[in-house]
């Protein structure tokens, strides 16, 4: 596609169940970013992934985050027994090497009840 | 120290006046400057970078660079009601060239 898909837009999940948010890439770019912003809050750096390197966990606020990524593809972000702080936009951004500028996805809009 | 720093603003300008939003760095070593745009309910936009001192142009913005104070400049030339959004900066973390590290952003507010 032309720039940074992520599912779902919306999602409101009740205290305590799992979620998974998924982001696509723009095609090409070699690393990927998450991060969440709270309501009127900047953006809190979680994971990052570079190609087939170890990815860069040191952003994740506590075990129940996890994020995997399929080489240069999909990305998935888990979080296990939402919690209602979790609640927050979750931002994706693929990154153009060349320049290292980031390109954002729509974001994922995440309530917890 | 904090490894960029924006004025949080908010910051309100005139319709049709220069908007100046300005950010500071602590490492010397960066090498590349991002300016993003984020509308209130939307995901960053970039909108300029700059990786030599001096200006940038394009459009009604100019990005500036000053490597030896370590600030790096967006000026908004004619500015209108459609720039009202939050500004962040952003550059590599400890000269990492790939992963960047956001200031906080500067709300700017356009009065018409």
């Known amino acids: 596609g032309a720039g940074v898909s992520q599912s779902p837009s919306n999602k409101v999940t009740e205290k305590g169940k799992d979620v998974e948010l998924r982001c696509d890439p723009i095609s090409g770019h070699t690393a990927l970013y998450w991060y969440r912003q709270r309501l009127g809050q900047g953006l809190e750096f979680l994971i990052y992934?570079?190609?087939?390197?170890?990815?860069?966990k040191s952003g994740l606020p506590s075990d129940r985050f996890s994020a995997e990524r399929t080489g240069e593809s999909v990305s998935t972000l888990t979080i296990q027994r939402t919690q209602q702080e979790d609640s927050a936009v979750y931002l994706c951004a693929s990154i153009f090497h060349r320049y290292n500028a980031q390109y954002f996805g729509q974001g994922t809009r995440l309530t917890v009840t | 120290q904090k490894e960029v720093e924006q004025n949080s603003g908010p910051l309100s300008v005139p319709e049709g006046a220069i908007a100046s939003l300005n950010c500071t760095y602590s490492d010397r070593g960066s090498q590349s400057f991002f300016w993003y745009r984020q509308y209130s309910g939307k995901s960053p936009e970039l909108i300029m970078f700059?990786?030599?001192?001096g200006d940038k142009e394009d459009g009604r913005f100019t990005a500036q660079l000053n490597k030896a104070s370590q600030y790096v400049s967006l000026l908004i030339r004619d500015s209108q009601p459609s720039d009202s959004a939050t500004y962040l900066c952003a550059l590599p973390w400890r000269s990492v060239n790939e992963k960047l590290t956001f200031g906080t952003g500067t709300r700017l507010t356009i009065i018409p």
């Open positions: 992934f570079q190609g087939n390197s170890a990815p860069d």
């Open positions: 700059i990786y030599s001192n």
